[in-house]
């Protein structure tokens, strides 16, 4: 069994203790928490699971690390912290673990992340013998590994498009989805991972990764952006009112081009209700959220993924998907060298011993 740290409680985090739990190679250990109103608590309470799991959240991260555990799984935000986020990843590298995270967007493909991100984690693998890798839905499996793997039914590709549809009042974050994204505010507001050259930041590097596993070099990266206002005020279930006249939806791609055109696409397409935008793509279902993978050639290729969690939950659902692609990965990094790996490094494999195995 791999001793695990869970670190962080928060929509990822809930769904690692729980991913950790369920699975047969995998020990949960400790749970680390920044609330102290959350220290004490038992690990089952804060993932929203039944029982309890006898692991108790705690604060003290030099006495976690110094039991040498196994693995970590650093579930805390980097979004608006990247670099608190790497001084965290790499402390527990250095402790000699195996770390998997979704927050460190540059490291997605490590091979174009810049200096002042591979480095630190070269430099803590070389001192602790531990290994990262960075994944998550999108970015993450819905940008490379799922759409490499559709492209290969293909005979002509003429284009691949990765494309995340979701209706964001969904979502349990309200201040990304208000200031980061830009929801609700006037549409003069410029919203900070809208602004140019931030979805190449966070995305760019799925662009690269698919383009090396394609055989192809891009020549440049480009982006479009979108925006809609609310025709009319509208008020959501879990975000409260957003008012008429503010942003209510968003359209933005991130284009690899080859041969001056744009041949791999990621776009999101992304509302605070179904109101704004209805001439836009939304979910085949009217549901509130899927991820969708298009190939462009002969023939012609669709698949969507739609998934639900914590109460039918389709951000849960996502995040979950997420979870288990990193969670999953951790028995294989353990027995794979000490290093700095991604998507096309570690396999996605089929859930062996899982089969069954009821989650609490």
């Not at 990304?176 to 140019?196: F, K, Q, T």
């Not at 509130?288 to 389709?314: F, K, L, S, Y």
Request: proline content about 7%; hydrophobic content about 40%; glycine content about 12%.
């Amino acid at each position: 069994m791999i001793s695990t740290v869970v670190w962080g409680t928060g929509n990822v985090g809930r769904a690692a203790i729980r991913a950790v739990e369920a699975h047969p190679a995998l020990e949960l250990s400790a749970v680390l928490v920044h609330d102290a109103a959350k220290v004490g608590r038992d690990a089952a309470q804060l993932a929203g699971a039944e029982g309890r799991l006898g692991v108790t959240a705690t604060d003290d991260i030099a006495a976690v690390l110094a039991s040498g555990p196994g693995a970590v799984v650093y579930a805390a935000s980097g979004d608006i912290r990247p670099d608190e986020a790497l001084a965290d990843v790499t402390r527990a590298i250095r402790a000699g673990a195996v770390v998997v995270t979704p927050a460190l967007y540059p490291l997605y493909d490590h091979r174009s992340a810049p200096p002042e991100f591979r480095d630190p984690v070269l430099d803590a693998i070389a001192e602790g013998g531990g290994s990262l890798f960075v994944s998550g839905v999108d970015p993450g499996w819905g940008n490379d590994v799922l759409p490499l793997l559709i492209s290969g039914l293909g005979s002509t590709v003429d284009a691949i498009r990765c494309q995340e549809v979701f209706d964001y009042s969904t979502y349990d974050q309200e201040e990304s989805v208000r200031h980061l994204i830009g929801m609700g505010h006037p549409m003069d507001y410029e919203p900070l991972m809208l602004a140019p050259s931030i979805p190449t930041m966070v995305w760019g590097g799925q662009l690269r990764l698919m383009a090396r596993a394609l055989g192809v070099e891009l020549e440049e990266i480009r982006e479009t952006l979108e925006r809609r206002a609310l025709d009319a005020t509208v008020a959501t279930r879990t975000m409260g009112t957003f008012e008429a006249g503010t942003q209510g939806a968003v359209r933005f791609e991130v284009q690899g081009i080859v041969d001056g055109e744009p041949r791999i696409v990621i776009e999101h397409i992304t509302r605070i209700h179904p109101s704004c935008a209805p001439d836009w793509p939304a979910p085949p279902d009217g549901g509130d959220g899927a991820h969708r993978v298009v190939i462009e050639g002969r023939p012609h290729i669709e698949v969507t993924v739609e998934a639900t969690d914590e109460g039918e939950n389709r951000s849960a659902g996502g995040n979950a998907t997420a979870v288990g692609r990193l969670v999953n990965a951790i028995d294989w990094l353990a027995e794979a060298e000490p290093g700095l790996y991604d998507a096309l490094d570690v396999p996605l494999r089929p859930a062996v011993g899982r089969l069954g195995r009821k989650q609490r």
